[in-house]
């Protein structure tokens, strides 16, 4: 039997990805097995309306054809019997919390990416026994003491255990070495290679490129003329190589913002202006909540052929306020959105972030009249609703019975645009 140290690379590392499986269901089948335990079960934003879609599913309904981001009339048709669940984003944060602080008993090294994945780099775990001796460990501890299923990829690498992950589902443990690369990824298509996507893969089929083997073997030069510097990374990661670093600190957000699926199609003014509201309130709640302002406003519009648009605008000087990215956001609407077409799904996200400090001085010069009433107006909203909860002050222009509506609800509110203390979206 070799000594723990030689199933360690002598320069280089050991990396886990760690993948929860069909996440949300499984949280509510170890939370209520007796009910969901082996069944087809969905979580879907609109249960009761049966219009909203489908945020994920367990492996049973999946066999069943039903599949994240239909509606759920669809899954439906497809299993009559698919068990709807409300999402319970504060249930599913516990959990992620859990198997979180299980991982970083192994490693101080660990990199959260969403809910329901992170990194490990396990380099320096020799301690805990052989890489495959920790992974089996977690995810045979993970099952135990949060009764969740997980996959777990093995690599020198982030690129290649984020791979290696994905290729047994549930309950998988796979390795994956840069020299089993050839053999097991290169007779993929480009689409397979992680952090290649759509209009990449398109691009790459018009230069006759079709599979990972020959994106390895393909000119640098000429991919570095087609992609620019993404061209270099094209053709190392097709060879299995990365040098990213797991990096347990979290990076301040590019962006925050929400989204939120309506149950049916909305049409007229008043509602869409109601809905951006909501919108509008709650993203500058956690831009505020974080200490920071915004200068760039964008908007995302859905049809219900699910074709998606986005429209954004730089402000004149960085903002926190509500109204003003409320207004920015309906003239963005009104400008980019003819009157009269129907939208499915509406979403704000605020960008160009930078803490609230550094432009303070600058939100004084543009706007030194209004700015401290607003402010204070604002501060001691954000007291009382600390204090009491999000519905202790609304305005009129708030109240309705659209999913809108449920964000401020950190248990059950809609998506969140990307990863910050809520981590609240996963695509599985």
């Known amino acids: 039997m070799k000594p723990i140290h030689e199933h360690y690379p002598a320069s280089g590392r050991v990396v886990l990805h760690l993948d929860m499986n069909a996440f949300y269901c499984s949280v509510h089948e170890a939370e209520d097995p007796e009910t969901y335990r082996g069944l087809p079960t969905a979580v879907a934003g609109s249960v009761e309306l049966r219009k909203g879609i489908i945020v994920t599913c367990s492996y049973p309904a999946r066999s069943r054809g039903v599949r994240t981001g239909m509606t759920v009339r669809e899954g439906l048709r497809l299993c009559p019997d698919l068990k709807l669940i409300t999402p319970d984003f504060h249930l599913y944060r516990k959990y992620s919390r859990g198997f979180m602080e299980i991982a970083r008993q192994y490693t101080p090294l660990v990199e959260a990416v969403s809910i329901d994945e992170c990194y490990l780099d396990i380099t320096g775990s020799k301690f805990f026994g052989t890489p495959l001796d920790i992974a089996s ?61 759509r209009k990449t893969a398109e691009k790459l089929r018009r230069l006759n490129l079709h599979t990972i ?39 301040r957000n590019k962006s925050i913002g929400h989204t939120t699926t309506l149950p049916q199609d909305v049409k007229r003014a008043e509602e869409i ?3 951006m509201l909501n919108l509008a309130d709650q993203t500058c709640r956690r831009l505020r909540r974080q200490k920071l302002v915004a200068s760039t406003v964008q908007i995302t519009i859905r049809t219900p052929d699910m ?49 609230n400090e550094e432009a303070a001085i600058q939100l004084d010069l543009f706007s030194y ?26 305005t009129a222009g708030m109240l309705g019975d659209d999913p809108s509506t449920l964000i401020r609800n950190r248990k059950i509110r809609g998506t969140s645009l990307q990863l910050d203390e809520d981590l609240l979206y996963i695509d599985e």
């Open 369 to 394: 009249q209004e700015q401290p009433r607003k402010s204070a107006l604002t501060k001691a909203m954000d007291a009382l609703r600390d204090r009491f909860g999000e519905d202790a002050v609304l």
């Open 137 to 197: 460990a977690i995810q045979s501890r993970i099952a135990s003491e949060w009764s969740l299923p997980c996959s777990i990829g093995v690599a020198p690498n982030k690129l290649l255990a984020k791979m290696a992950s994905d290729m047994k589902k549930p309950n998988g443990l796979t390795v994956l070495r840069i020299r089993d690369v050839p053999r097991v990824l290169w007779e993929r298509p480009c689409n397979d290679l992680f952090g290649i996507g």
């Open 273 to 275: 202006r109601r809905v």
């Open 213 to 251: 083997g020959q994106l390895a073997a393909a000119d640098e030069a000429m991919l570095t003329r087609q992609f620019g510097v993404n061209g270099m990374w094209l053709k190392q990661a097709a060879h299995g190589i990365d040098d990213s670093p797991v990096n347990p600190v979290r990076e």
């Open 307 to 355: 074709k998606t648009i986005t429209r954004s605008h730089t402000l004149s000087s960085p903002t926190d306020l509500m109204e003003r990215v409320h207004q920015e956001a309906c003239r963005l609407f009104d400008q980019h959105w003819a009157d009269g077409r129907p939208v499915r799904l509406l979403g704000i996200t605020l960008q160009n972030l930078k803490p």
